[in-house]
């Protein structure tokens, strides 16, 4: 078992910056790969970043490459999404799951364990 916790979305103008963080306790963190995901009212669940086991592998949706960097650090069981450049269509809930897969993902049946969420606003 795994357990994902979200944290450090918020409020902000568009231009700005986020740092969100994914804290995971239970299993050992370097045997998932990581990945995040957004859902916006009414939509469905979609695809945001995702690293390998290591860290040595990302992969991004078009919509955010450039923008987003997705790390992970894992002697301190977290997972990072740097936002830069944030648009109000950027505005969502934000995911962090963990899939038992060895390369990052961008499919969401693929993961295995899911955070609550925090929620990004992105005002114009």
């Known amino acids: 078992q795994v357990q994902l916790v979200e944290s450090g979305g918020g409020l902000v103008q568009a231009g700005g910056s986020l740092r969100l963080s994914c804290a995971a306790t239970?299993?050992?963190?370097?045997?998932?790969?990581m990945g995040w995901f957004r859902q916006a009212p009414g939509k469905d669940r979609d695809f945001v970043a995702a690293?390998?086991?290591?860290?040595?592998?990302?992969v991004y949706a078009d919509s955010v490459k450039g923008r987003f960097t997705i790390s992970r650090d894992n002697a301190k069981n977290t997972v990072y999404l740097q936002m830069n450049s944030l648009k109000p269509e950027d505005t969502a809930v934000y995911y962090c799951?963990?899939?038992?897969?060895?390369?990052?993902?961008?499919?969401?049946?693929?993961?295995?364990?899911w955070g609550q969420g925090t929620q990004v606003t992105v005002s114009s």
């Open positions: 799951g963990a899939s038992a897969l060895l390369l990052p993902t961008g499919w969401a049946n693929k993961y295995d364990y």
């Open positions: 239970g299993r050992t963190f370097g045997m998932f790969a």
């Open positions: 690293i390998s086991r290591s860290g040595g592998n990302t």
